[in-house]
Nanobody, 115 residues
Framework: QVKPVESGGGLVQTGGSLRLSCAASGSIFRVNAMGWYRQAPGKQRELVAA???????NYANSVKGRFTISRDNAKNTVYLQMNSLKPEDTAVYFC?????????WGQGTQVTVSS
């Protein structure tokens, strides 16, 4: 069983930065793709950024140039560096881990950007 655990959320002012981390624990050998999604109140969950095991990343248009996703394969950990945060980035951020053709979700971490 794969269990992703997020950390690093919080409250920040507009223009500030936060770094999210997600460690996939369990008896796992080789994690495939890892990514971050977010869900704001009243909205659907959306992809923020994802990264393959080889380091190929893709981003939602709304975060390009502001957010950077990275990963440490030895630690089965994915990071999301968020800069120049805006109030519209406020949401619960979820980690997603792909392992042997199954997807696993973290419990989510709240990010709130005040104006």
């Amino acid at each position: 069983q794969v269990k992703p655990v997020e950390s690093g959320g919080g409250l920040v002012q507009t223009g500030g930065s936060l770094r999210l981390s997600c460690a996939a624990s369990g008896s796992i050998f080789r994690v495939n793709a890892m990514g971050w999604y977010r869900q704001a109140p009243g909205k659907q969950r959306e992809l923020v950024a994802a990264i393959t095991r080889d380091g190929i990343a893709n981003y939602a248009n709304s975060v390009k140039g502001r957010f950077t996703i990275s990963r440490d394969n030895a630690k089965n950990t994915v990071y999301l560096q968020m800069n120049s945060l805006k109030p519209e980035d406020t949401a619960v951020y979820f980690c997603n881990v792909e392992y042997y053709f199954k997807e696993y979700w973290g419990q989510g971490t709240q990010v709130t950007v005040s104006s």
